[in-house]
């Protein structure tokens, strides 16, 4: 029923009344999207069914002239004749109760996916598409045309806003159909919505947001998709990002506020907009970055005024996925814009604490994942260091909270290859040795709630150690050799039993490999150059590069002290292990430099063979 029919309607001899909460027999259950962190499924629903019913949280417009309510319950006095006086003595009338505004947007909704439930191939065909788009231009321009020619009596132009609320409503329809994208583009539709982005009714921007999440909300991969949906897909995303949505996006962003649910909930879904939009085009993330998101991500993780919810969750996901996606660029804006001070900010709350509950778990996972994909920017690490990175991930080492394990994957990121110089004798300088060296000798239990594991935890162990042999020079180098020498070498045991350890596994994954080599070959084709890559890339989730790591290590040290080397080849031969299986893995490790290497890596591959020589 339109508002205007409810301010003339007249009631009859016996109404009937209407339920405010009730929803219709066949009607889908109100859900609010969910995201789970987990990388490759995201997505909590099929496109079939994406018709979602906004949070029920006060109403679908609401208005800064606060006369949305009061027009919609606004109703003319009523006019009986005698015969209606008459009967109303006879029969008592149920009160009429209005429909408010929010219950005006569940019918329209419920109404749209009953249509398309029964037959939703009929329901959209190109003639229906059409006249959605077209049906929301015509609502879209009368808006504005009320706006201006009512500017100061909101009470005229409020029912032309909620006829183009509805317009938007049913456009989520079209979400079920890619293939119809196209129509969107062709009609104009797609930058009239971006145009929205900017209405003075902030809701009304909101409703757009979630419109536009629907529309990119893409369950299935597009490669296993009909070529129509991937073109239309593709048509809108293109036509979005070349009308400046990033912009726009921030802008509203910016002027939406957190205290008031819908507008909170208007940013979730900017986030989850973002995120569709980064999932299909992991190149936008240089757009997204450069048009002003990245700023907006800094200041949101800075302000202390809103406590921590599940936006500042997403906020540290979309952080994640730029720096992820993107090659340097994004990691250079974030040094820039001191983004390294913000996350170390973030960190700092969990440096005596555990998390709260799972969702701050994640984010503070989130931030550290942030912290080391930054720290593959060589400038980069002179700020995390210059903030005092250091410091903070060795407070986190002592204090042995669940932040442990994601302080010592720093630490890694931090100090290796001749970037990490500063930072090898900085954390020899801040007593770090006395730290990480019981860590090596017994790492700490297998950690569920953050899903680390011993493995993880002595591969990055002896990846650090490995990176100091490889940039610590005179008196910082000295003492990191000299702990291999202390409680009668019980460090290089430890090494020995690396070596063992790892080893073994590797032997286990080349016997298995070897075993089924005929059956991965036919997988590929018989191209054996493809094979062997996928055999590297196994034996090294195995545990190589952990091998290899603690070969390195030996191999050094024997070069420094030769009571090291006497005890490593004493210890070798107990076991039954031998020198030439080291000088072997080396010379594997060496050979993965290939001729276009930096200068620096083919220095590390000549002192690496140089040492296994000598050994």
């Known amino acids: 029923m339109e508002v205007s029919e409810l301010l003339s309607f007249k009631p009859n001899k016996i109404l009937s009344k209407i339920e405010d909460d009730e929803p219709r027999g066949d009607a889908t259950p109100n859900k609010v999207r969910r995201v789970d962190y987990e990388y490759d499924s995201r997505k909590s629903s099929k496109r079939g069914t994406r018709l979602q019913l906004p949070p029920a949280t006060g109403g679908a417009i609401s208005s800064s002239s606060g006369m949305k309510k009061s027009i919609l319950s606004k109703k003319e006095p009523q006019k009986h004749s005698q015969q209606e006086k008459v009967a ?15 219950q005006r947007q ?3 909704l419920e109404e749209v996916e009953r249509q398309v439930g029964t037959d939703s191939t009929h329901f959209l065909d190109e003639h229906k598409v059409k006249k959605l788009v077209l049906s929301f231009e015509k609502k879209a321009n009368k808006n504005q045309e009320m706006r201006i020619k009512h500017m100061d009596n909101p009470e005229k132009f409020m029912e032309s806003e909620l006829d183009l609320n509805d317009a938007i409503l049913e456009m989520k329809a079209i979400s079920t159909m890619p293939n119809h994208y196209h129509y969107l583009v062709e009609l104009n539709a797609a930058k009239s919505l971006l145009t929205l982005l900017g209405h003075q009714n902030a809701d009304i921007a909101t409703s757009v947001i979630d419109l536009l999440q629907e529309l990119t909300d ?8 009909k070529d129509g949906e991937k073109d239309g897909i593709n048509m809108l995303i293109s036509t979005l990002l070349t009308s400046k949505l990033c912009a726009l996006l921030v802008q509203n962003l910016r002027r939406l506020k957190e205290s008031v649910q819908e507008e909170a909930n208007g940013v979730y879904n900017s986030l989850s907009l973002v995120e569709n939009i980064l999932e299909l085009k992991p190149e936008s993330s240089l757009i997204f970055a450069k048009e002003g998101l990245l700023a907006w991500i800094l200041e949101r993780l800075n302000n202390k005024e809103i406590a921590f919810n599940t936006n500042k969750l997403y906020v540290s996901e979309i952080l994640s996925i730029l720096l992820q996606n993107d090659s340097d660029t994004v990691k250079e804006q974030l040094g820039e814009k001191k983004g390294l001070d913000t996350i170390l900010q973030q960190l700092a709350a969990f440096k005596r604490h555990d998390p709260n509950n799972l969702e701050e778990v994640e984010f503070m996972e989130n931030m550290f994942n942030c912290l080391c994909a930054a720290l593959l920017l060589g400038a980069n690490r002179d700020e995390f260091l210059r903030g005092e990175g250091l410091q903070l991930m060795n407070l986190m080492l002592r204090e042995k909270k669940i932040s442990r394990n994601s302080a010592l994957k720093v630490l890694d990121h931090a100090m290796s290859g001749p970037e990490g110089v500063s930072n090898c004798n900085k954390f020899v300088e801040i007593l770090g040795l006395r730290t990480m060296f019981p860590l090596y000798m017994k790492p700490p239990r297998k950690n569920k709630k953050i899903g680390t594991s011993i493995k993880e935890h002595e591969e990055h162990i002896v990846s650090i150690i490995a990176s100091m042999l490889q940039n610590l020079k005179g008196v910082h180098r000295q003492r990191l050799v000299a702990k291999f020498t202390e409680d009668n070498y019980a460090k290089v045991e430890r090494l020995v039993e690396l070596h063992f350890k790892y080893l073994t596994k590797v032997q286990r994954m080349e016997a298995r490999l070897e075993r089924d080599r005929d059956q991965l070959l036919e997988l590929v084709d018989g191209d054996e150059e493809i094979l062997e890559e996928d055999f590297y890339l196994r034996r090294l989730d ?11 290590i030996m191999v050094d040290l024997s070069a420094a002290a030769n009571q090291i080397k006497t005890q490593l080849l004493r210890l070798l031969n107990i076991k039954g292990g031998s020198a030439k299986t080291v000088r072997t893995i080396l010379r594997e490790y060496s050979s993965r430099y290939d ?3 930096s200068a620096s890596a083919n220095v590390l591959k000549q002192k690496i063979l140089a040492l296994a020589d000598k050994f």
Request: aromatic share 4%.
């Open 106 to 108: 569940r019918r329209l």
């Open 595 to 597: 001729d276009k290497a």
């Open 218 to 225: 893409n369950e299935d991969p597009l490669e296993d998709g």
């Open 88 to 102: 109303a003595t006879r029969e008592p009338v149920i009160p009429v109760v209005t429909e408010t505004a929010e």
């Open 542 to 552: 195995a545990g190589l590069f952990t091998l290899q790591q603690v070969g390195y």
